[in-house]
C-alpha cells in the first residue's frame, strides 16, 4: 500500500515553459513534505519543503503547493531549463516519527 | 564535509553469495538511513539508525538482511544468500534532524544478483 503516489512516471515539457509535478497521499498524520531531485548515477537531494501549516512554499523557481483537503501535493518549476531533467521524488513524513515516505518518483525531461 | 559516502559503488555478484555495502555518514549526523530503490516500489525505506541503535527495521524485506551501526561514522547492510530479486540501488543517508529534516543521500550501491 503506497502512502505517498506519484501517478506520472514521465513528464516532458519545453525549455521555458511550466512543469507540474503530482504528488497524492493517503495518511491524514502528515504534516511535513518535501521533495527531492534525482540525476543519474546520484543519490538524491533536498529540493524544496512545506509544512501543513502553509499551503505554499516558494524558492527561486520551484513554487510547492498543498491541498490539505484532497491529501495533494504539486511542484511548479517555471520557467523549466533543460538542466531541470531528472527524477523528482516526494516525501512526507507524520509528526510522530522520523521516516520519510517516498513516492516512486517523476521522471522530468526538459527539450528545448 | 565529503557527504555520505557509500562503498562499493557498483556490486555484481553470483545468486547465492554474501553480499555487504559500507557507508560513512555526515559527521555529527545522528540518524542514519539504509533505502532501495526500484523501478515499481520507489525509494522504499529499510531501516534506520539514532545514535547507532536501529530504531524501526521494519522494511527489512527478509531475515536474508540484516544491517549494523557499530559506531558513529559506519553502517554495514548485509545481504546472505543473496537473490536476483535483489537486485536494485541501495542508498544510504544520514541526517541530524528528528521529524521530516531533510536526509542528505550518499550516491548509491548498484547491486546484481546474477
Known amino acids: 500500500d503506497q502512502q505517498v503516489k506519484q501517478n506520472s512516471p514521465s513528464l516532458s515539457v519545453q525549455e521555458g515553459r511550466i512543469s507540474i509535478l503530482n504528488c497524492d497521499y493517503t495518511?491524514?498524520?502528515?504534516?511535513?513534505f518535501l521533495w527531492y531531485k534525482k540525476y543519474p548515477a546520484e543519490g538524491p537531494t533536498f529540493l524544496i519543503s512545506?509544512?501543513?501549516?502553509?499551503d505554499k512554499n516558494e524558492d527561486g523557481r520551484f513554487t510547492v503547493f498543498l491541498n490539505k483537503s484532497a491529501k495533494h501535493l504539486s511542484l511548479h518549476i517555471v520557467p523549466s531549463q533543460p538542466g531541470d531533467s531528472a527524477v523528482y521524488f516526494c516525501a512526507a513524513s507524520a509528526f510522530n516519527t522520523d521516516k520519510l515516505i517516498f513516492g516512486t518518483g517523476t521522471r522530468l525531461q526538459v527539450f528545448p | 564535509d565529503a557527504g555520505v559516502i557509500q562503498s562499493p559503488r557498483h556490486e555484481v555478484t553470483e545468486m547465492g553469495q554474501e553480499v555487504t555495502l559500507r557507508c560513512k555518514p555526515i559527521s555529527g549526523h545522528d540518524y542514519l538511513f539504509w533505502y532501495r530503490q526500484t523501478m515499481m516500489r520507489g525509494l522504499e525505506l529499510l531501516i534506520y539508525f539514532n545514535n547507532n541503535v536501529p530504531i524501526d527495521d521494519s522494511g527489512m524485506p527478509e531475515d536474508r538482511f540484516s544491517a549494523k551501526m557499530p559506531n558513529a561514522s559506519f553502517s554495514t547492510l548485509k545481504i546472505q544468500p543473496s537473490e536476483p530479486r535483489d537486485s536494485a540501488v541501495y542508498f544510504c543517508?544520514?541526517?541530524?534532524?528528528?521529524?521530516?529534516?531533510?536526509?542528505?543521500f550518499g550516491p548509491g550501491t548498484r547491486l546484481t544478483v546474477t
Open positions: 495518511n491524514s498524520m502528515f504534516d511535513y
Open positions: 512545506i509544512s501543513s501549516i502553509k
Open positions: 543517508a544520514s541526517s541530524f534532524m528528528l521529524q521530516g529534516g531533510e536526509q542528505y
